[in-house]
């Protein structure tokens, strides 16, 4: 079993930027990816960004490429999306996943099996 717990999450002004933390704990998973998903209310749940177990591959989603920042500590085994010049339409809950298997990073949350409980991130204009 695998446990992910977020944090980071808050309200902040347009233009400023919040650091999101995932920690990891549980089964040791040589080859899983783990990403960043959010979902607004009234949408689908959408990919944000995922990084392999190295650090070494990472992928974002078009809307967020230049703003945001995925990183890993494998020693801490936290992941971390810190997001900058954040926009309103960032507003979402944020949850980190983890996709056990495919060892490559795929967008879609049907891959994944394992998700925090997610955390808020409000955006104010």
């Known amino acids: 079993q695998v446990q992910l717990v977020e944090s980071g999450g808050g309200l902040v002004q347009a233009g400023g930027s919040l650091r999101l933390s995932c920690k990891v704990s549980?089964?040791?998973?040589?080859?899983?990816?783990t990403g960043w998903f959010r979902q607004a209310p009234g949408k689908e749940r959408e990919f944000v960004a995922a990084?392999?177990?190295?650090?070494?591959?990472?992928r974002y989603a078009d809307s967020v490429k230049g703003r945001f920042t995925i990183s890993r500590d494998n020693a801490q085994i936290t992941v971390y999306l810190q997001m900058n010049v954040l926009e309103p339409e960032d507003t979402a809950v944020y949850y980190c996943?983890?996709?056990?298997?495919?060892?490559?990073?795929?967008?879609?949350?049907?891959?994944?099996?394992?998700w925090g409980q997610g955390t808020q991130v409000f955006v104010s204009s």
């Open positions: 996943a983890v996709d056990p298997r495919s060892g490559l990073i795929n967008t879609s949350p049907s891959l994944y099996d394992y």
């Open positions: 549980g089964r040791t998973l040589s080859s899983a990816i």
């Open positions: 990084i392999n177990r190295n650090g070494g591959v990472t």
